[in-house]
């Protein structure tokens, strides 16, 4: 059975930061792409950032660029997301996504991912 599990979420002040996992179990990790995607109350799952199999790649959003770091640890089965100098506007729900095999729309479009994780809730007040 596939299981994303998120943490490390929470509360934090404008420009201050957090880091969340995401450990996986029941799927050959390194041979999955992750990214890492977010939801904010009454608005549509927006991309985040993405990073290859390898790690050699990675992607983001323009909004995070400079801000947010994606990272991965084959050994641990875990992929991470540094988030640096949050704003407000971050506040969303942010979940991990697993994707293999050829990337047809692309790491940003959720409907390139196989499993998805349950969220871990990130707040910034201002």
């Known amino acids: 059975q596939v299981q994303l599990v998120e943490s490390g979420g929470g509360l934090v002040q404008t420009g201050g930061s957090l880091r969340v996992s995401c450990a996986a179990s029941?799927?050959?990790?390194?041979?999955?792409?992750m990214g890492w995607f977010r939801q904010a109350p009454g608005k549509e799952r927006e991309f985040v950032a993405a990073?290859?199999?390898?790690?050699?790649?990675?992607y983001y959003t323009d909004f995070v660029k400079g801000r947010f770091t994606i990272s991965r640890d084959n050994a641990k089965n875990t992929v991470y997301l540094q988030m640096n100098s949050l704003k407000p506007e971050d506040t969303a729900v942010y979940y991990c996504?697993?994707?293999?095999?050829?990337?047809?729309?692309?790491?940003?479009?959720?409907?390139?991912?196989?499993?998805w994780g349950q969220g871990t809730q990130v707040t910034v007040s201002s």
């Open positions: 990073i290859k199999r390898s790690g050699a790649e990675t």
């Open positions: 996504a697993a994707h293999i095999g050829t990337v047809v729309r692309g790491l940003g479009s959720v409907d390139e991912y196989r499993y």
């Open positions: 029941g799927l050959p990790f390194s041979l999955y792409d």
